[in-house]
């Protein structure tokens, strides 16, 4: 992965973080710590992408399908983290 798709997908992640974090009322950590869980969500959004073959999400370009990937995995990282977060 070049350095300009991981800067993109953090950038991305940051604004798929804050997009988690509105549909996930209640359950984010504050708008810092959804960045961060959007910023890791988009990278596994964008992994599993890849995994997958949608190859449109995983070229870290700013397209629909990337923005959709990041949200996504924020979403569901979000999700995790906070099920896990609620068990301890």
């Given amino acids: 992965m070049a350095i300009e798709s991981i800067l993109i997908w953090i950038l991305l992640g940051a ?3 804050w997009i988690a974090g509105q549909i996930m009322k209640g359950r984010g950590f504050g708008t810092v710590g959804n960045i961060i869980v959007g910023i890791l969500g988009s990278f596994v959004g964008g992994w599993l992408a890849g995994v997958i ?5 995983a070229t870290g370009g700013f397209s629909i399908a990337s923005v959709l990937t990041a949200v996504v995995g924020a979403v569901v990282l979000l999700f995790v983290v906070g099920l896990v977060k609620k068990a301890t």
């Fill in 53 to 57: 073959g949608i190859g449109g999400a």
């Fill in 15 to 17: 604004v798929a973080g």
